[in-house]
């Protein structure tokens, strides 16, 4: 018998070293203490706070809280300055969370474009589990204490936000319609009027106006990417409109878009919300918007189209910064 284990348990150990070896495990491994040296398994990677904050989208969530702050000052009525810090803050929480599950989703798309493969999740950073959860609580979190310390209107609109970005954009419209920025860039709209609504606790037509401007801006925004990004975007199989409908008829409806923005961005003027400061304003940089949009039409190249995204992320900028500054004068005088 002592022959038989002689023999076996070498002939055992080598099997067993090959099958764990090929899972990533040594023998060594096995015989050596848990402070030595670590078990060598597959494992998660280690995600670090840089990651996490770049599934947040911090870019498009700065613009998503500024947005949200001038619902929020423009509103009439007072909201106690804690309060009002807290609502920011769920505006905040929220929109990042809807970026973390907009790419738990999209990280099989974002691995072959250019301009995505390099986050987190993609680059096998961090994994989906983890970008799943925590946006998941952050935006439960977000609209329970909106709920909890400003009022349920709030909380409604910004659970509403969430889930209209995550499941009606993410999910169903984006790789389902070259429409998908149209109808999914509500989602980016609500902001000022979950700001709006923190205030006086409802829906009112400054609130509807602020919406409007920035719903009608989305599509020549992101149609003015997708012309220089296209190739991405095809590859991807995300039908974006230069994609299905070709660079003119994309360049066509950009135009059309910045023609209605016109009379959007004077909305807020003409019913009282803002003076004629903002009116002004609105009226050049809605002619600046057309302007390039006429170039994008003119150059067969993508520079314009560049140049015109840059630009349109400006617009949006100064436009709410204009309601700010017409705000504080009208407060002054």
Request: glycine share 10%; charged share 10%; net charge positive.
């Amino acid at each position: 018998m002592e022959g038989v284990f002689a023999t076996a348990v070498p002939q055992l150990r080598r099997i067993a070293g090959s099958r764990l070896a090929a899972a990533g495990v040594f023998v060594s491994d096995l015989t050596e203490t848990p402070t030595s040296v670590p078990l060598r398994l597959a494992s998660a990677p280690a995600a670090g706070v840089a990651d996490y904050v770049e599934i947040l989208k911090p870019r498009v969530m700065s613009l998503v809280v500024f947005t949200g702050l001038v619902g929020l000052v423009l509103a009439p009525g007072h909201l106690h300055p804690l309060l009002a810090t807290v609502a920011v803050l769920c505006i905040a929480i929220g929109a990042g969370a809807a970026g973390a599950i907009n790419m738990w989703y999209d990280r099989d798309i974002d691995a072959v474009m250019r301009r995505t493969a390099s986050r987190p999740l993609p680059a096998g950073r961090m994994m989906p589990g983890e970008a799943l959860g925590f946006g998941v609580v952050l935006g439960v979190g977000a609209v329970l204490l909106m709920g909890l310390a400003v009022n349920a209107v709030a909380a409604e609109l910004l659970a509403l936000t969430i889930a209209f970005y995550v499941f009606v954009y993410t999910i169903w419209l984006k790789r389902r319609t070259s429409q998908n920025i149209v109808i999914g860039g509500a989602a980016g709209a609500f902001p000022p009027m979950i700001g709006w609504a923190a205030v006086t606790g409802d829906i009112g037509w400054g609130a509807i106006a602020l919406f409007a401007v920035i719903f009608f801006w989305t599509p020549p925004h992101f149609w003015a990417l997708s012309l220089y990004r296209a190739g991405d975007y095809a590859a991807a199989g995300v039908p974006m409109l230069p994609v299905v409908s070709g660079v003119r008829e994309t360049k066509r409806q950009m135009l059309l878009y910045t023609v209605v923005l016109w009379p959007v961005a004077l909305t807020p003027w003409l019913i009282g919300v803002a003076g004629a400061l903002y009116g002004v304003g609105a009226l050049l940089l809605s002619a600046v918007f057309t302007g390039w949009s006429i170039l994008v039409c003119r150059d067969p190249s993508d520079r314009s189209a560049r140049r015109m995204f840059a630009f349109s992320l400006l617009y949006l900028f100064l436009i709410f910064s204009l309601l700010l500054v017409d705000h504080a004068s009208g407060a002054w005088l």
